[in-house]
């Protein structure tokens, strides 16, 4: 146990630490109230002071400030979350967001309480979109926001839930409350408003409350389950019952054949006569103008898609028999009714009033027009061609990487992947945003210098490999095979009349050692390769194509690089299906070094690529130049444990890894990576050209 | 290796089954015409029963293969055995339909190994011949024989798609989940459930569908429905059986498995 340290040396210690020097922080008020913490929770605070301020001195300095009282009122855990929770916000929004979530610390710690009991979107996110997509077959996206309501195609919820005693509970709150915003745009509440051009606030007040009633009621008939768990969280959160004259409208509201107009005649019979019953706990709301942006935006784009896809099925159908006419052929709709129906009836679409054969996707436009419009209008059953609509309707727009990363929707359009914390036990739960990136094609002769000075090592390389391609191979004395091994038949047959017992190895058997292998190679570009490890791994690379290209065996290279978990990127060198040329050659040249080395994510990612693809044997070559290291709190055992932990899902499903390194000290942890014989470290990292190439050729034969 | 009877591969008892458009009519005319027929749809979807419907309708022998990586051509046309101190051959699957007129049915083509696909060339065009190799011999295919293959185009990989060779030789039949009406018909008569469950075991299997491609491979086959509702035809709770039957057999990852869960209890 760590005796405490005198208040000088205290002070001494933050002053180096703060920098306070070159600054005006006075660090008596902190010191003083360090020193007279007992020894191991000083040794503690210390610690976190020092890895603040390793990200940012003012940070550091605030958290020495405030440190001490938030110790106190905090468990460890929660104060550590609290320190990673500034530091998250640094990461994300800057120094003056991550200032006040320290000085935050109390509401802070009450949070956390909340935490305990309560659940977190970001936890069940995953569970949600997909109960979600199952119960609308539109994707909805989930996001945290003060309140809730949806704009139709996002659910706005609050990031958590803790109303309710247990964090089950609570999830099914959020569960119930998803629902109840589902069933706002399934069962068409905004489309009478949109006819409307500007609804009076009193009117939008009454007509919410009232179809908030009508949509419980068809939650009622749909999802009784889910309805069941509402009424019980209602129970436990006592809510008061409906008012009289409410009760009546709820019966009336309830009648299966009930539409949203009919709430809205409803409202308007009842405008001035009845006020909304005070909000019942964690209100849906109505957003109308988010609707209205949101759905004008999409039924644009949907009708530009859906007429451009009818079009390609009439293409489709041409293609297919020539002979038809297309121009004559003619879609249109046919309404059957049905209760279960928003709008008491469905629609299906026909050609030559036959049901259409509509592939997936426009099947799941349809449904989303549906959703929005109630029916499909005449007009979109016109079919027209791509150029007759703007093109940008057609696809979503991809943004800029480097634009994704400068702003705060940080995680649009990123992979996200689950890191594992060693301390805590479990999953940091989509923790990694992950993005594929472009690496800037270089021309320069890097590509010829090295082709010219291992000019004779791949013509050597070149036949080694193609030594290992096997062609197809008779195996003869087979005891199982296709055909009788007449030779060996002679033979028995002697032997039989010999008096010999005959063995029963008679056929012939045709071996096929087709080399099914994919292979992906994950290069470090951390920016310690800088020099001439980046050239040593280039040159490998290289090398490695070169002799690949004779054996035929399928590969795709990536290039890895971290800096924060905010910030993981893969950089797209060749793609399996992509052929080796020019092109790839001169990505290969334009490799360069980038930050860290965050190893998780790259693995998890690569190895759901090499799941995707089709082959017997999946392997995933790792170049590295030392051990996984990223400046958050990715050093030590933190990036070892969560490295191995990747590498033990890469191997659960099915997958090789194998490691080559060039970091002398790598002798003490690869082996606990990725297992005594799955790695091998090279001395000299100019040999390194040469022994990748060899360690391929041992590896897959 | 057990010599087959075909006797024992003629279907006496009419399979339920229940059709969702003129898939019969084109069958038997496809049939009558000695053209060779393609199933697709995704799995569990009634191709199987389809094909045993038809062999019942048209009183043919049915021999159903189940490709996969390892069928070889000699699984499919028949090989030497050695008994005794003799070769003798035995003739495979496709061989013994071709000549006994029976119909042959190779379930998941796409996952048989290419040159195995081949063998069926001549017996899908007008030729209808099958050449033994080993043998030496060419047999000409029964007037009755009948092939038909299956294969489920968005399950499979595009890597292991249908060369374009084979294709262009068969009518194509698309088959697809019934309509939810016909598929409620289906689930009742094969489970002796209940309607009114029967039709929310319907709307389940709607739901996990729409998850296809969001973390599915495929939706709930009318397949696993049934099994759910005999589950539950049992006295199994109807979430129990949703999870046991449905949502298990669709997916082992836990956050989609919770998912589906979630949508059965919603449900139920």
Known sequence: MPAPRPLAEIRHLLDELLEVEFSFRDTAAPAAAIAELPGPRQAQLISWIQRVASTHVELGYQVACQGVEAQALMEPDTFEAWIFHSMDRYDAEGLRPALLAIEQYRQFAEQQQARRRGALLLDHEGVLSRFLQGLSGRPLKLASADRIYTDSETLYLPPLFSLLPSPAQNFQHYKATCALLWAQIQFGSFRPLLEIPSPEPDLLQLYHALEMLRLEARLKRTLPGLYRELEQTRLILQEPDLPAPWQALSVKLSAPDMRARDTLELARQQLGRLTPYPPRHLPVTLDLEAVRICMAARIEKERARFKVALNSVLEELQRNSPAEQPQQRRFSKRQQPDTDAPEGFTTEILLDDMPAPLPDQVQALQRSILLDLGEIPDEYLQPAGPGEYDATLLQDQNRDADDVWRGSYHEEGAHLYDEWDFQRRHYRKQWCAVREREVTPRHDDFVARTLEKYHGLIKHLRKTFEAMRHENRLLKRQPQGDDVDIDALVEALSDAHLGFEMTDRLLTRMQRDERDIAVIFMVDMSGSTKGWINDAERESLLLLCEALESLGDRYAIYGFSGMTRKRCELFHIKYFEEPYGELVRARISGIEPQDYTRMGFAIRHLSKILQATDAKTRILITLSDGKPDDYDSYRGQYGIEDTRRALIEARRSGIHPYCITIDEEARDYLPHLYGPAAYSVVDDVRTLPLKVSDIYRRLTT | ?268
């Open chain 2, 1 to 268: 290796m057990r010599t087959f009877k075909l006797d024992e591969y003629r279907i006496d008892d009419e399979p339920y089954y229940q059709p969702t458009g003129d898939e019969i009519e084109l069958f038997e005319a496809a049939y009558r015409n000695q053209l060779p027929v393609l199933l697709k749809g995704p799995t569990g979807c009634g191709k199987t029963r389809f094909m045993e419907y038809m062999a019942w309708r048209l009183k043919r022998p049915l021999i159903t293969v189940s490709c996969h990586d390892d069928l070889t051509a000699s699984d499919l046309v028949g090989r030497y055995l050695i008994k005794g101190g003799e070769t003798s051959w035995i003739d495979g699957p496709l061989t013994q339909a071709v000549k006994a007129g029976g119909i042959c049915y190779l379930d998941e083509i796409v996952e048989a190994r290419k040159d195995t696909m081949v063998v069926i060339h001549p017996l899908a065009d007008d030729r209808r011949v099958l050449p033994i190799e080993k043998l030496g011999t060419l047999i000409e295919a029964d007037p009755e024989f009948a092939i038909a293959i299956s294969y489920n185009p968005g399950y499979q990989s595009v890597l292991k798609d249908l060369k374009q060779s084979t294709r262009q030789r068969f009518i194509a039949l698309e088959f697809d989940y019934p309509d939810a009406t016909l598929e409620t018909e289906i689930v009742v008569r094969e489970s002796g459930l209940e309607r009114e469950l029967a039709g929310r075991l319907v709307k389940f299997a709607g739901m996990t569908r729409n998850l296809k491609g969001s973390g599915l491979e495929e939706g709930a086959s009318t397949r696993l429905l049934v099994h759910a509702a005999k589950l539950m035809a049992a006295g199994v709770n109807p979430v129990s059986a949703c999870q046991g039957a449905i949502a298990q057999a669709l997916t082992d990852d836990p956050e989609m498995l919770a998912s589906v869960n979630e949508l059965s209890s919603s449900l139920f």
